[in-house]
């Protein structure tokens, strides 16, 4: 939360901002006097007024007046000095006591606050409104202590000198696997975007060159697989405002001239700070758009195709408040959201806060604490695909100026943990990339996780929840359609990713037998020691369904496999009905009955060692072959 002077003027104590007063001044006043010398900028004929003041018949004004210029010129600690030098005067008493409240609490001094703010009490009347008022600074100030005293401790560590220079670096973003890091860096009051690639635990550092303009060019997101950047680009004559959002694509190794995004993302009022979900497909930022809560809010707009985007909806007064919200972070997870206040309950100025989406919803903000915060300006954090660390930017070091940083995150604030699928499309047949349509859902509820295309090199990149079954598909409108199965264990993190050659057949034709090859439905389950199949199946079925309702000029063999495990007939008869199970859902779903064959071949053909457990479960699988009649 923002501390200010509005705190002393709710106690009806005001620390007189003389020289914005627009009242015509007499000038044999000495008090008046004091606020002409203050507009002309004469300081130290308005400070001796007011030490003559303090020192002769008029106390209170002479101690407001001084403590007002004291604070003006940034000198708090002589402002503090003097209060407490003063602080038994009777004349001046209550008015010290709130104003040293006030300054201890700006200066993250919660308990000091509290007792000063509890001695101004015993000198008003238990029932007055400066009571009251008084009453409730000290509850907010009794949360903030608390929000103080987190107990634990970060060890922020910086990056690496190739990023990090004698210039300011800050605002990182990353792609999912770490390999690409953009960040601005400023120099000599112009910012501009920088290029890292992770070489082997080395950066590579380039500005982009295409992006980079005269004006200034910063507050940047990249989407997870790195293909798409989203940045804030200020002072331009052919922008909507006075900083407006633009996007650009990777093409091959290089960026696309960057595009405005335009409307309705971008108005005539101040649009920045944006981050895009992990698929691309979300993207969040600030605007100070009059339509919202505050002075600053945070929306939300949803891409429709390659170059529309929705229009925005502010994220609601759950998160904004009449101040200022921005710097959002959305996590991979594509629940938990990080973003800057000053409206919420805070320890400083600008707070990071974070808040977890529930179905539709925003839970209320959770102040993240000290010493993550402090009784500064504080936020812009970032956090990597498992949820472990935080990036932020620093002057810690005050010669080097602002350095990019980097500490474990406590665990409490962290997200669902994620990692990641990387993946190369290619063709069977040539070993050509292919760019591929690729989605990823959860077995268990049949959510889609990620939706998106393979890049004009056959590359993807998608981010996968951690402890989830999820059913990968790759379809092509001239290749067979490919599914993986993979369970990723609790265990596994960001630094264990799963990375597939992934090489597609063609849609065989009527001349070439050689292209009927099976290909493994891996996200087929049955019970155990059964032709049931398991709910989740349904997303495998489905694909199945689409294919042939797409290409009705096709047929198609399910055939069922078992391990050598007990009889072979047994074996035979359940590998026939889990294939005729396929067949049924299929059909349940519409497709013509003659346009699917059952097929069971038992033990016959295994492809793999059934002497281990391993062995076994792969060869206890279910294929499907299409033909063209």
């Known amino acids: 939360m923002r501390y200010t002077l509005h705190i002393l003027l709710s106690v009806g104590l005001v620390i007189a901002m003389s020289c914005a007063s627009t009242k015509s001044l007499d000038p044999s006043d000495s008090v008046s006097q004091a606020e ?27 101690l407001k007046g001084l403590i007002d210029l004291y604070l003006e010129r940034g000198r708090e600690e002589e402002a503090i000095t003097l209060l407490r030098n003063h602080q038994d005067r009777t004349e001046t008493k209550k008015y010290v006591l709130s104003a040293l409240a006030f300054l201890y609490k700006n200066q993250g001094e919660y308990q000091m606050a509290i007792d000063y703010y509890t001695s101004y009490q015993a000198q008003v009347e238990p029932d007055s409104r400066a009571y009251r008022q008084s009453e409730m600074a000290i509850e907010e100030l009794q949360e903030v202590l608390a929000l103080s005293q987190n107990g634990y401790d970060i060890n922020p560590q910086p990056l690496s000198d190739q990023v990090n220079s004698s210039a300011d670096e800050y605002l990182p973003s990353f792609s999912l696997d770490q390999e690409v890091l953009i960040f601005t860096r400023k120099e000599n009051g112009q910012e501009d975007l920088f290029e890292a690639k992770n070489k082997n635990g080395d950066y590579e550092v380039s500005p982009i060159s295409i992006i ?93 195709d390659r170059d529309h985007w929705s229009e925005p909806k502010n994220l609601g007064e759950t998160i904004n408040t009449s101040e200022k919200e921005a710097s959002p972070f959305i996590h991979a997870d594509g629940e938990t959201l990080y973003f800057r206040s000053e409206g919420h309950l805070g320890l400083g100025g600008y707070d990071a806060f974070l808040s977890r989406k529930i179905g539709n919803n925003w839970s209320t903000p959770e102040n993240l604490g000290a010493p993550i915060n402090t009784s500064g300006d504080d936020g812009d954090l970032v956090i990597d695909i498992a949820g472990r660390k935080a990036y932020f930017s620093s002057d810690r070091v005050q010669e ?20 990641y699928l990387k993946g190369d499309v290619v063709s069977k047949k040539s070993g050509e990339p292919l760019q591929a349509e690729v ?12 939706r998106g295309e393979s890049s004009d090199l056959g590359a993807f990149l998608c981010a996968v929840p951690v402890g989830k079954s999820v059913a990968i598909h790759i379809t092509h409108p001239d290749y067979q359609f490919y599914s993986l199965h993979e369970e990723y264990q609790i265990s596994q993190l960001a630094a264990e990713p799963i990375e597939e050659r992934i090489e597609l057949i063609p849609l065989p034709t009527a001349s070439a037998i050689a292209d009927d090859q099976p290909i493994v439905l891996n996200n087929i ?14 997303v495998e079925i489905k694909y199945l369904y689409d294919l042939l309702q797409n290409q009705p000029e096709y047929h198609i063999e399910i055939i069922g496999h078992t391990d050598d495990v007990g009889q072979e007939s047994d074996n035979l008869k359940l590998s026939k009905d ?31 060692d059934n002497n281990t457990d391993e062995g076994r479960a792969q060869n206890r699988r279910t294929e499907f072959v299409l033909k063209k009649p």
């Open 439 to 450: 989605i990823v859902t959860v077995l268990s509820t049949a959510e889609e996780v990620f």
């Open 36 to 62: 002409i010398f203050v507009r002309r900028g004469q300081y130290i004929q308005a400070e001796e007024i007011y030490q003559k003041l303090l020192d002769g018949e008029s106390p209170l004004s002479g």
């Open 212 to 304: 980079n303009t005269r004006y200034n060019e910063g507050a940047q997101t990249i989407s997870g697989d790195g293909q798409t950047l989203v940045f804030t680009h200020c002072s331009d004559d052919h922008g909507y405002g006075s900083c407006d959002l633009y996007i650009s694509h990777r093409e091959g190794e290089l960026w696309s001239k960057p595009k405005n995004i335009g409307k309705p993302v971008n108005t005539s009022y101040w649009d920045s700070s944006p981050s895009l979900t992990a698929d691309g497909r979300t993207l969040y930022f600030s605007s100070n758009r009059p339509s919202g809560y505050g002075e600053s809010d945070i929306w939300v707009s949803h891409r429709i």
């Open 400 to 419: 080097r100026g602002l350095d990019i940083y980097t500490y474990e995150l406590p665990e409490r604030f962290r997200p669902q943990a994620m990692t």
């Open 525 to 538: 389950f049955f019970e155990s020691n059964s032709a049931i199949l398991s709910p989740a199946s349904d």
């Open 578 to 608: 889990r294939a005729e199970s396929v067949r049924q859902a299929i059909i349940a779903k519409g497709i013509n009955a003659d346009r699917i064959q059952a097929i069971g071949k038992g033990e016959m053909s295994p492809i793999a």
